[in-house]
């Protein structure tokens, strides 16, 4: 009788150590997601007319050991500190219907988000360009979350 309620007892041991260290591994997995996921602008161009078209192409580096899946992602463009997108309508990028494979340790490139209708004196074509996007997006797949909202702000060149 004592052997088997011995027996037991390290079993239950085992098992919750076990379940304890794969939940604390699945917490570090999720906060590695969001502290280790960037997003670089790999290029921007821009049409010409009296109003003009921006297409913007994102480098998502996830460096994660966990395969994700972009879906959305909306960014508030800014060049030279003034809004080229209204507060109301960011330049975004759906993709629920067919996610973006962001695999582990590798960069995606992600894009075009667009913006459209800027009226070309916003956008001068001699003065130094210093771009800014305040980019929110998805992610599926995050460990012990499922989901996954992020911001981060994109500095371009």
Avoid: C
């Amino acid at each position: 009788m004592r052997k088997t309620i011995l027996i037991v007892f390290i079993l239950i041991t085992v098992v919750s150590v076990s379940l304890v260290s794969y939940s604390v591994y699945l917490l570090y997995g999720a906060y590695d997601v969001g502290r280790l996921l960037d997003v670089s602008i790999s290029s921007i161009n821009i049409g010409s007319g009296s109003e003009v078209s921006i297409e913007i192409y994102l480098l998502f580096n996830n460096t994660s050991k966990f395969p994700l899946q972009l879906v959305y992602v909306a960014g508030y463009v800014y060049l030279n500190g003034q809004p080229l997108t209204p507060h109301y309508a960011p330049a975004t990028l759906n993709a629920y219907s067919k996610p973006i494979i962001l695999s582990p340790f590798s960069e995606t490139p992600v894009g075009p988000i667009g913006v459209r209708n800027v009226p070309s004196d916003k956008v001068p074509m001699e003065s130094p360009k210093n771009w800014f996007i305040k980019l929110y997006f998805l992610v599926y797949d995050v460990p012990l979350i499922g989901t996954g909202s992020y911001t981060r702000g994109v500095i371009y060149p």
